[in-house]
Every structure is written in structure tokens, then in C-alpha cells.
């Protein structure tokens, strides 16, 4: 069972940043690929970005290409999401999310999530 836990969350201005972070515990953090989702008041959850196990690739939706790096550092049991030139379109609760195997876009094939952290971007 793997536990995580967000943090980093907050509320900037647009054209900010934030730098969230996601610690697990409970299983080999290095087994499993990593997400962040987002979901927003009224809207489905959506994908953000993940990379994969060993952390050499990453995948991002189209909305954040370029804006937004996720990392992980394996030594650490800890990934990050940095967010650069945030909008307030980005306003959101972000999760992190953890698969065994290899990483998918789709939030219903993530075993486990943490509690999720807001963050809330004004123009």
C-alpha cells in the first residue's frame, strides 16, 4: 500500500509559479510510474502530466506543455510538478497519483492518490 502526500499548493497571481511536491511511503517508490491530475470546481479530473518510473520521460497535456516540469528523484521518494506561468485557468485541486508498471493519462487506471493540494491563480 502506497500512502502520498501533497504539498506546495497555494495561491499566486498569474504569470507566478508554485513548485508542488508529492512524498510516498508504504512500497518501492521507484516501481511505480507517477502522475499529477487536477480537477477544478464543476469539472471532470484531468490529466497534467507523468513520468515514468526511472524518470528518463515525460508526458504532459497539451494545456501545459512548456509551462509546467514534473520530475521525481527516486533516492528521495518524492515527485515534483514545477509551474511556471500559471494562468488562472489553472486553478485547480492537484493530485498526485501512483500506478505499478508503466504510466497512462487515464486517472481510473491509478491505484492510489493523495488527498490533493489547491491551487488558485487570480488575474
Known amino acids: 500500500q502506497v500512502q502520498l502526500v501533497e504539498s506546495g499548493g497555494g495561491s499566486v497571481q498569474a504569470g507566478g509559479f508554485l513548485r508542488l511536491s508529492c512524498a510516498a511511503s508504504g512500497g518501492t517508490f521507484s516501481s511505480y510510474g507517477m502522475a499529477w491530475f487536477r480537477q477544478a470546481p464543476g469539472k471532470e479530473r484531468e490529466f497534467v502530466a507523468a513520468?515514468?518510473?526511472?524518470?528518463?520521460?515525460?508526458y504532459y497535456a497539451d494545456s501545459v506543455k512548456g509551462r509546467f516540469t514534473i520530475s521525481r528523484d527516486n533516492t528521495k521518494n518524492t515527485v515534483y510538478l514545477q509551474m511556471n506561468s500559471l494562468r488562472p485557468e489553472d486553478t485547480a485541486v492537484y493530485y498526485c497519483?501512483?500506478?505499478?508498471?508503466?504510466?497512462?493519462?487515464?486517472?481510473?487506471?491509478?491505484?492510489?492518490w493523495g488527498q490533493g493540494t489547491q491551487v488558485t491563480v487570480s488575474s
Open positions: 513520468v515514468v518510473r526511472g524518470g528518463e520521460r515525460t
Open positions: 497519483a501512483a500506478r505499478p508498471g508503466p504510466v497512462t493519462n487515464m486517472s481510473t487506471e491509478y491505484d492510489y
